[in-house]
């Protein structure tokens, strides 16, 4: 817990309000240790700062490696550090049901967060154990799904192959996911053929005689295109996951409170035809069903949202008690900004902007309450201390204003 006493005096001074309103934050973005849109945590956090983003957390899937990167990069662009962590767990009654949780496609299979994580990590040997066990399936399935590719390949003439550890080794670092797969197929046909009419060529016969849809100059519909035709469920190279990589989602909230975070819910809210899943589509019986597993912190990422029926969503659940942050993700390809839009093109509006550095504010105090007193915003039982949320605020904003001035 060094990192936090290091960087935060014992007696905090103290801080007035940050003029112009609600500094931005973005609470959820991946880096390369899992599938980013950047090509390092260096590139994210100087990105921040020049949107004049304030306080960043990364949100890995699977993994805390990029912590010490990103506690290095945004203390010295001046920002603070938020430290989570994603899983995809299987919550098996709502599979069960048939019921879609988070996954539009999956019924059962739920995103989840940890925030505010104890850094340095705190997670016991077993449970790290666990997580290790997950990423060596994750990166068996995508080896295989390359192995498909290459007889598909092979079966269409192209005398070109793909190799696991030159993947992991250019375009990701511990874990392979099916992105870096896609990337690695659309790198293969770029370095192979000099001529857009050869490159065409290629993807038609790996399409099995289909041609490409998107400009073969976008980068990012381009590798879109390749997981959808090959690599997701459907494609002629798919490969089904393990089922051991699905940890119950019990197993992850536990999980998520030994590594000293707050067990947060994902809402994928509203798609692009205004609909919900199942599980959300019902939000008074969702608000109970998380409450009683245990959850009192939720997040959005809006550039997928309406912005007034997300807002809908936030303040009926901001009413209810919860903590609520928002994020951008970054873990397709394609540049976006880091300040957090609804849509991808409308801003947030002033209640929205407040409850977001709200949140970031108590996942702040929670960071640095648990480093110096062993118990942050959660009691010993798990449950939020919400007769102190805004102690707690108060306490996150002064924390955030010292490191950011």
Known sequence: MDFWKKLIPSNLPPLGGIEGGSPKVNCHLHTPHS???????EEAVEQAAAEGVKVVGVNDFFTFDAYDAWSY??????????????FIGLDAEKKEKGLRVNDPANPGRTYLSGKALAYPVVLPKPDLAKIAHI??????????MMEKVNRIMAD??????????????????????????????????VNSFSTEKERLGFF??????????????????????IRSKLLKAGGTAFVEEDPSVFLDTTAIHNIIIKAGGIPTYPFLADDAKGN???????????????KNRGYYSVEFIPTRNNHDKMKEYVMALVKEGFVVTFGTEHNAPGKQPIEVFTGGKTPLDNDLMKIN?????????????FATKGEGILNKNGAYKQNKKIEFAELGHKLIQYVIK
């Open 73 to 86: 990069q945004t203390i010295k662009n001046g920002l603070f550090p938020l430290f989570n962590v994603e």
């Open 276 to 290: 919900y899943t199942d599980f959300e589509g019902d939000l008074p019986k969702a608000i109970v069903d998380l």
């Open 204 to 225: 038609k016969k790996l399409f099995g005689r289909q041609a490409l849809k998107s400009e073969i100059t976008d980068e990012a519909a381009v590798e879109n295109e």
């Open 156 to 189: 269409a003439g192209i005398k070109l192959s793909l190799n696991f550890d030159e993947i992991k080794s250019t375009f990701a670092k511990d874990q392979v996911r099916e992105r870096h797969l896609a990337r690695a197929i659309r790198e293969l046909a």
């Open 35 to 41: 599938f980013s849109a950047f090509c390092c945590v």
């Open 135 to 144: 990423k060596d399936q994750n990166n068996a399935q995508v080896k295989e």
């Open 357 to 369: 550095y709200e949140g970031a504010c108590i996942l702040a105090a929670h960071q640095y309450l």
